[in-house]
């Protein structure tokens, strides 16, 4: 079972740069996000979508685009790299079922570093 | 805006003590969820709450969500090595769910 796949897993980048992280889900939800994790933050929301073809910005948005490429993929992308950017991303998408608020389902991280 | 404050932040103790970790916020939670986290990996959910009072078992590890819903413990009764990692609650609010700061738990063998 593939679940939430991230690409890639680690990225260096220099001041300025762009990059977009690709995110894909087999689980047929309808909702994925993108968070950030940096220590003793916990995760904070960059951006989401409820559904195919909409997205909403979450806690963080700023220096960050999404594209809702399908039902299985969102992207994240980083137009001009910044230091303050560096840290672990992490996609995430929801199953309703099971419960108020359903559940999320996480891949394994991306790490970046901004030099 | 983070509305989900854990106590306490890191945590390191010996394989069979207890522990209980907090989740707390001013506002009041429709339900709230505990994800754990184990290095290299993402989180994966362990438990929702919804009733206040509710008290929910999840083989050592038992939660309750407080009276007013507006605070939630994690106890765990004699950790094991294999309890380490970073415990984190959670709020769904409609399409959005917002996190705590984390507590991470070190259990030395």
């Known amino acids: 079972n593939a679940g939430v796949t991230q690409t890639p897993k680690f990225q260096v980048l220099k001041t300025g740069q762009s990059m977009t992280l690709q995110c894909a889900q087999d689980?047929?939800?309808?909702?994925m996000y993108w968070y950030r994790q940096d220590p003793g933050m916990g995760l904070r929301l960059i951006y989401y979508s409820a559904s195919e073809g909409t997205t909403d910005k979450g806690e963080v948005p700023n220096g960050y685009n999404v594209s809702r490429l399908n039902k299985r993929e969102f992207s994240l992308r980083l137009e001009s790299a910044a230091p303050s950017q560096t840290s672990v991303y992490f996609c995430a998408s929801r199953r309703l079922a099971g419960g108020p608020g359903g559940e999320l389902f996480f891949g394994e991280g991306s790490r970046l570093t901004v030099l | 805006t983070q509305l989900l404050e854990q106590s306490p932040q890191f945590l390191s103790i010996q394989e069979g003590e207890n522990l209980t970790v907090y989740c707390n916020s001013s506002s009041v939670f429709s339900s709230l969820q505990w994800y754990r986290q184990e290095p290299g990996e993402g989180p994966v959910l362990l438990v929702t709450?919804?009733?206040?009072?509710e008290v929910k078992k999840l083989k050592r590890l038992t939660f309750q969500f407080g009276d007013a819903r507006k605070d939630s413990s994690l106890h765990i009764t004699a950790a094991q090595p294999g309890d380490t990692g970073l415990y984190l609650c959670a709020r769904p609010t409609g399409n959005q769910f917002y996190f705590g700061t984390g507590t991470s738990l070190t259990v030395i063998p």
């Open positions: 709450v919804v009733t206040g009072g």
């Open positions: 689980m047929n939800h309808n909702s």
